[in-house]
């Protein structure tokens, strides 16, 4: 099915008509359209062509009104307000019949189009360290990314996932040497090894292995050469490195299992990825003058960034060792993403304290001409995770909070908040809905706000039924659900020839601008833009749900047309959630 023309749109297209019929010269002038209190649109652009035209702006509008046709299909009254405002307000006909053509559509999109002119996105998000355990910090870079790629293929970019996780450096050789001298340490007795199994035995290899490299300096200079022997691809050493990989993926699957987000295998290209494209990408450098030999290191070197002592602070590519570091690999990874990929947007789901890092290699990027001026780079920076206490995020020891014991908490939470309402649910119900529930609440709290803000994690607050939480949104799924269910046979049916009442106007208005809103979500790169519409939707659901009787409604197709408006909220509730990568249950 064709996308929906949405109903802000098409009085747009209308009063542009007007302008151009009344001042020929504006030439399709924007009217300047928004949503207000005042009417169901005002118009402000008038304002400024009166005063480009010269011409009294009141008297402008009027002439405006005088071409705009009323009491039609679309537009049932529009009125000049104040200095040459437009208020304009919508038929309830117009109102119940576009909701109609989004409720008919087949795909499940409710009219929401695709982009005209798809590009292709390479996204990096959810970025784990090989052998290390993942904390609270890597929460965010996962749920925003997730999201953002759940927003970017809906509206129908072609989006490239790639994982950029920590799987090389200095200390593999101490790993892989203390693995060698302790062959059976990450054997498994049963081969369905858990995600917990995983990381423990990681977890307790690298205790060993940091002990005796403190320790034993004989075993010291043992691991240095194990880099060597890595970085040099020697086969043992490879494949000693290999099972720390697969081994770490079993337990990075699993807790991405629970955040109930999908993390596809190939697309996890981590730092040695790029091995074989650091010492090119070295020479590319420093033959085209982009790079420098300072101290015996390779570096790139910015006017307008200096350290605190006011001498320029370099990007180094390339260690005096001869070592690569960080840059030499990212920038590797841009020459991949843009000549291998054919990426028109490089979109990064990183820590802002990385903010400076990443402009020095795009600037440097876009000195090697590698990224072009058809080739966006965008750090979607994010804001870190506080505790109640506005400080980062800590245990009560001050240890970094351990990823999974948080979402097992939440779960916890959930489910004694979904126990404590469950009326017809079984213990396996119960114990689902509560990790829907729970993990909903997680990447609510932190979708909901802007992603270069910091937020704060509080668990009461996050499974609250009230205020801003994903668990309202969800119990306004539920509780529509249960509607529609002792509707019987009585089904949904839009009917445009009804009058509608204000709570249902302001309900479907707010239905109608799904579209708009998921493709600026999408082209802002700003989930938060999407969770403010839902939890604006669940509030208008709220109040039209306690002003107008849905099953006792006046007449039979009052009841039709008012559990029509329930479904497409639902709908509407149920796509936008997913966007957001949220579960919706049935019932709650």
Not at 130 to 145: C, F, P, Q, T, Y
Not at 522 to 543: N, R, V
Request: net charge negative; charged share 25%.
């Amino acid at each position: 099915m064709a996308s929906v023309t949405s109903l802000s749109d098409s009085v747009q297209q209308h009063l542009t008509s007007a302008l151009s019929a009344t001042l020929p010269e504006a030439g399709g002038a924007d009217p300047l359209l928004r949503r207000s209190d005042r009417a169901d649109f005002q118009a402000n652009g008038i304002l400024a062509l009166a005063k480009k035209a010269k011409a009294n702006p009141r008297e402008l509008a009027t002439q405006v009104v005088s071409q705009v046709v009323t009491g039609d299909e679309l537009i049932q009254d529009v009125e000049v307000s104040g200095p040459g405002f437009l208020n304009i307000t919508v038929s309830d006909r117009a109102i119940t019949g576009n909701l109609a053509a989004r409720y008919a559509d087949e795909t499940g999109r409710l009219g929401v189009p695709y982009v005209e002119h798809p590009g292709t996105t390479v996204i990096d998000y959810a970025q784990p360290n090989v052998a290390k355990e993942m904390h609270v910090g890597h929460l965010r870079s996962a749920v925003i990314g997730d999201s953002v790629v759940q927003l970017l293929e809906f509206t129908g970019e072609n989006v490239v996932r790639r994982h950029h996780i920590g799987d090389w450096g200095t200390q593999f050789g101490m790993l892989i040497q203390y693995l060698d001298e302790h062959p059976h340490e990450l054997d498994h007795k049963d081969a369905r090894v858990t995600g917990e199994e995983a990381m423990s035995n990681l977890d307790r290899l690298y205790k060993a292995a940091r002990k005796k490299f403190d320790s034993d300096e004989e075993f010291k200079t043992r691991a240095r050469r194990r880099v060597v022997d890595l970085q040099a691809g020697d086969p043992d050493t490879l494949a000693m490195w290999q099972k720390f990989v697969d081994e770490s993926k079993i337990y990075f699957f699993s807790v991405f299992e629970k955040l109930d987000m999908e993390i596809r295998d190939p697309d996890i290209v981590g730092e040695s990825g790029y091995n074989d494209m650091l010492a090119e990408t070295c020479r590319l450098l420093e033959e085209s003058g982009v790079a420098v030999r300072s101290e015996g290191a390779l570096c790139v070197f910015f006017e307008d960034i200096k350290g605190p002592d006011g001498n320029p602070v370099p990007l180094i590519v390339q260690k005096s060792d001869g070592g690569y570091g960080y840059a030499a690999t990212d920038l590797s990874a841009i020459r991949d993403r843009v000549f291998n990929l054919k990426a028109n947007t490089l979109l990064y789901v990183v820590d802002a304290r990385q903010a400076l890092h990443f402009r020095m290699v795009f600037e440097t990027a876009r000195r090697a001409g590698w990224l072009g001026e058809d080739v966006t780079a965008v750090q979607l920076a994010f804001g870190t995770v506080l505790g109640k206490d506005g400080k980062p995020f800590k245990t009560r020891e001050g240890e970094t909070v351990r990823l999974v014991d948080l979402l097992d908490e939440a779960i916890d939470r959930a489910s004694a908040v979904v126990r404590e309402k469950a009326q017809d649910l079984s213990e396996e119900e119960i114990a689902e809905r509560g990790a829907q529930v729970g993990i909903g609440a997680v990447k609510y709290a932190d979708l909901s706000t802007s992603a270069n803000r910091d937020y704060k994690f509080d668990l009461d607050q996050m499974v609250s039924l009230n205020g801003d939480t994903s668990v309202y949104l969800q119990y306004a799924y539920a509780r529509i659900q249960s509607i529609l269910r002792k509707a019987g046979e009585t089904r949904p049916a839009a009917h445009p020839e009804l009058a509608l009442a204000d709570a249902e106007r302001a309900l479907g208005l707010h239905v109608d601008a799904f579209a708009q809103t998921v493709a600026e979500a999408a082209a802002e790169y700003a989930p938060h833009k999407l969770a403010a519409y839902l939890y604006q939707l669940a509030s208008l659901y709220t109040s039209f749900y306690d002003k107008c009787p849905v099953l006792k409604a006046e007449t039979p197709t009052q009841v039709e047309n008012r559990l029509f408006l329930c479904d497409i909220t639902a709908r509407t509730l149920h796509q936008g959630m997913a966007l957001l990568g949220i579960r919706t249950p049935e019932k709650l």
